[in-house]
């Protein structure tokens, strides 16, 4: 197993909810003070969409906020991804790491589709 693991994923219909979670081993020097949650779409580049900070600020890109809250539990070692109202657009693999490199070796993702 990796050092980070996603799941969480699924099929959901439009306007429906998912929550991904993002596990960090135990057995690495990750650090998930600063951690970020990316998405990647068939032919398109990976985005990152949310990311939250060591004091819980949280960023989002347009297009999620208000619909998805990332929030992090430091003694499960895991980042959360809540989405609700989703919309088809939001089809992806979701992927979690640093927001901004160098990155740790990334996840195997977790794939969300919306079907309208």
């Known amino acids: 197993q990796g050092q980070i693991v996603e799941s969480g994923g699924g099929l959901v219909q439009a306007g429906g909810s998912l929550r991904l979670s993002c596990e960090v081993s135990?057995?690495?020097?990750?650090?998930?003070?600063?951690f970020g949650w990316f998405r990647q779409a068939p032919g398109e580049q990976r985005n990152l969409v949310a990311s939250?900070?060591?004091?819980?600020?949280?960023i989002y890109t347009d297009s999620v906020k208000g619909r998805f809250t990332i929030s992090r539990d430091y003694a499960k070692r895991t980042i959360y991804l809540q989405m609700n109202s989703l919309k088809p657009e939001d089809t992806a693999v979701y992927y979690c790491?640093?927001?901004?490199?160098?990155?740790?070796?990334w996840g195997q993702g977790t794939q969300v589709t919306v079907s309208s």
């Open positions: 790491n640093k927001p901004s490199g160098p990155y740790f070796d």
């Open positions: 135990r057995d690495t020097f990750v650090d998930i003070s600063t």
């Open positions: 939250i900070g060591r004091v819980g600020y949280t």
